[in-house]
Every structure is written in structure tokens, then in C-alpha cells.
Nanobody, 126 residues
């Protein structure tokens, strides 16, 4: 059974840091690009970051560039999202998903991702 489980969310003050984890099971993680997404209340889900299978190519939403870092540890079947200098506008439910098919590139369309996790809440507030 293909499964992605997020963890690491919580309440943090502006300027703080969190590291999210996306634990994968049921499929060979090292064959799939993995993306992180977020959805704030009343807003559409947006792609935050993505890493390809060799960690050579990564994507970042413009608003998180320089603050967020995506990484993967295929041996541990886990993808991470290190979030620094957090802002109130980063508040959202963060989810991870795998590329629909084995590929070395990050899909550009959310429809090309599958097996979405249940999400983890990140709240940035003083």
C-alpha cells in the first residue's frame, strides 16, 4: 500500500524554524520525485517545493526561496522540508505527494502527483 505520512508541523513564532518529514512506504522512493504542497484556509493548494530522484534538480515557490530547503534520504525513505525564517503567511496545512510515474523530473502540474498524505498543520504566530 502506497503511503506518505507527514510530521513535524506545529506552532512557531515568526522567524522560527520547523523541519517537516514525509515518510514514504509501499513504493521505491528513489524512483520518484516528491513534492511539498500547502493549503491555507480559503486558498487553493500551491506547490511549495519539489526534489527529483537524484536531488540534483529542485523547485521552490518564489515566496519561500532562500528560506526553505528540500532534501531526501532514500535510505530512510523520507523527504524533508527545512523551513527557516517562517512568516505568518506560511501558515497552512503542508502535504507531500509523489510523482504519478517514475521520473527524474519534478512534474509542473499538481495533477501529475499522487498518493497525497494527510498533511501536517504549520501555524506561524506570535
Amino acid at each position: 500500500q502506497v503511503q506518505l505520512v507527514e510530521s513535524g508541523g506545529g506552532l512557531v513564532q515568526p522567524g522560527g524554524s520547523l523541519r517537516l518529514s514525509c515518510a514514504a512506504s509501499g513504493f521505491p522512493l528513489d524512483y520518484y520525485a516528491i513534492g511539498w504542497f500547502r493549503q491555507a484556509p480559503g486558498k487553493e493548494r500551491e506547490g511549495v517545493s519539489c526534489v527529483n530522484i537524484y536531488s540534483i534538480s529542485t523547485y521552490y515557490l518564489d515566496s519561500v526561496k532562500g528560506r526553505f530547503t528540500i532534501s531526501r534520504d532514500n535510505a530512510k525513505n523520507t523527504v524533508y522540508l527545512q523551513m527557516n525564517s517562517l512568516k505568518p503567511e506560511d501558515t497552512a496545512v503542508y502535504s507531500c505527494a509523489k510523482a504519478l510515474v517514475p521520473t527524474n523530473r519534478c512534474p509542473t502540474n499538481q495533477a501529475d502527483f499522487s498518493s497525497w498524505g494527510q498533511g501536517t498543520q504549520v501555524t506561524v504566530s506570535s
